[in-house]
């Protein structure tokens, strides 16, 4: 029995520590709609209680390396994604400074108490940049309580206009939360562009954003054994609507559930969601390139 904090997180480090090997590349190529450049370098220090993200950055990764690694299994762009003030900052400095990557800034809902006026005009300032592409993450988490519902609602509220005034695609954190998304996305008037970040409705949310319009992007989870109800999501999800994302370091596929994840595992994933959809994964690859394009603009 383990008798301390430290030695429950050193073993659950020893589980995580080993890097997942390269998937076989894809055929046709496409991109990572949304991952944690900061993270995954160890820009921002992982806490005791974040396992997965100090093995990440125990594998001494770097920006160049992580894109050397997902180019070289055919994807070919990523969209690194901020959850405050200075990931926000950072991220669009890396996108500046790194050919194939993109932002997205926001602050998201678990931090929306630091959603003051200061902040979201910086995030504002922020996203008016070529490189920025994406008002994002945020939206509403109601699994976690790090923050007043009352406040995540009002920096929802927020970043939406924001995106409207930027032009930008608006990235959404959705956790037990669909109902109330949909009804303040309404309330307010939708962006141009939405897209619904590690998508985890059911078959019927996914008929619903189809609806609206609203983009969809799968990650690792729709690989889990448990998940039947994502892959009936993606079933039903067209394939114009759809994008595939790591969330990386987090939430990685089969078969390495528990594990550091990253940009170069997308093809694991893509395979899953085409063979759920019954098509080519060359096609979903066209497909879901093709819709980068009209969500994240010109690359």
Known sequence: MLSSTSERVGATLECVSTIPAPPEPLSAPVFDSHCHLDIMVGNRQASSGDPVAQAAQAASATVR????????????????????????????????????????????????????????????????????????????????????????????????????????????????????VLKVLASEGAPRVVVFHSFSGDAEMAKKCAEAGYFMSFSGPVTYKNAGYLREAAQVAPAELMLVETDAPYLPPVPYRGKPNAPYLIPLTLRCLAEVKGVHPDYLCEAISANGVTVFGEW
């Open 65 to 180: 390396g992580i894109l050397d690694d997902a180019r070289a299994v055919g994807v070919t762009r990523l969209v690194t994604i901020g959850y405050d003030l200075p990931s926000s900052r950072w991220n669009a400095d890396a996108a500046r400074e790194n050919e194939g990557v993109y932002a997205g800034v926001a602050v998201h809902p678990n931090e929306a108490h630091a959603a003051t006026p200061e902040a979201l005009a910086e995030i504002e300032e922020l996203a008016g940049r070529p490189e920025v592409r994406a008002v994002g993450e945020t939206g509403l988490d109601y699994y976690r309580d790090w923050a007043s519902r009352d406040d995540q609602h009002a920096s929802f509220r927020a970043h939406i206009e924001i995106a409207k005034r930027t032009g930008k695609a608006l990235v959404i954190h959705d956790r037990e939360a669909h109902d109330d």
